[in-house]
């Protein structure tokens, strides 16, 4: 039998996130029917890790993938998610957990990307003419800004004329800073994609300051685009296949 997958989110007051989370989920479970897949949240919604977990225990189950729907490894990678699956291992003998990786850096999240552009008004032919600005939610890991900055390197490397980083928290630049940063070196078409899953306060504030520096397009989230459900089951199949004890939490 399959380990389980349990997607770890982060959560938000906003509905339109779990929401959101769940239509992904959904479309795992579509493109993987044998598959069993749940859904946890560090934070505002339920079920929480501890509670998925122990759900998944009483119905059988003794091996789970735990997947963080994370698109770098900053702190809820390094840290809450780890101590979440630690609390419910010692409690539940003989449930293995392996944590498979974080979404980014991937070519499908660049793909999907692309989707939201698209559908936004972008073609092909739009490309040599507009700068994009790739609008993450941020952090104050070096590490994960490190990566959205790399991201923005790979991104512009498929014929966009220019991609810069832009953050709606915790580092700079902001996405309406950005913007108009682009504006003032002269080009003559603005895009902000954001390069975030769901939508909630911080999506909300970087499509307000795309709003607010006139950018002429704004994409929408990345949300369940089928690119995120075949990347999670990726790191789901990259993890299941793991030698035995790698990367792994056992009680």
């Not at 946890?40 to 501890?50: C, I």
């Not at 449930?95 to 989707?115: I, K, Q, Y």
């Not at 032919?125 to 390197?153: M, N």
Request: charged share 20%; aromatic share 4%.
């Amino acid at each position: 039998m399959s380990p389980a997958l349990l997607v770890i989110a982060h959560g938000s007051r906003d509905p339109r996130h779990a929401a959101t989370v769940h239509a992904l989920t959904g479309r795992v479970r579509a493109l993987r029917p044998g598959l069993r897949v749940e859904t946890a949240f560090l934070d505002f919604n339920t079920p929480s890790v501890g509670q998925a977990l122990s759900a998944l225990y009483l119905s059988g189950v003794r091996e789970v993938v735990a997947l963080p729907l994370l698109l770098t490894r900053a702190f809820h990678a390094k840290s809450d998610i780890p101590a979440a699956l630690a609390e419910s291992t010692s409690r539940l003998p003989g449930l293995s957990v392996r944590v498979a990786d974080v979404l980014g850096p991937s070519p499908l999240l660049l793909t999907a990307l692309e989707r939201r552009l698209s559908e936004a008004g972008l073609t092909p032919a739009d490309r040599a003419t507009t700068a994009v600005v790739l609008a993450s939610a941020g952090s104050t890991d070096p590490e994960a800004i490190a990566v959205i900055a790399e991201t923005a390197r790979e991104w512009r490397r498929t014929g966009w004329c220019a991609v810069r980083p832009a953050f709606a928290s915790a580092a700079l630049p902001r996405t309406e800073d950005a913007v108009r940063a682009l504006r003032a070196e002269g080009f003559e078409r603005v895009a902000v994609a954001p390069y975030v899953i769901a939508h909630g306060r911080l999506p909300d504030r970087i499509a307000a300051g795309a709003e607010t520096a006139g950018a002429d397009v704004v994409a929408d989230v990345l949300g369940a685009a089928p690119e995120l459900a075949r990347l999670l089951l990726r790191r789901y199949d990259a993890s299941a296949a793991a030698p035995a004890g790698l990367r792994a939490l056992t009680a």
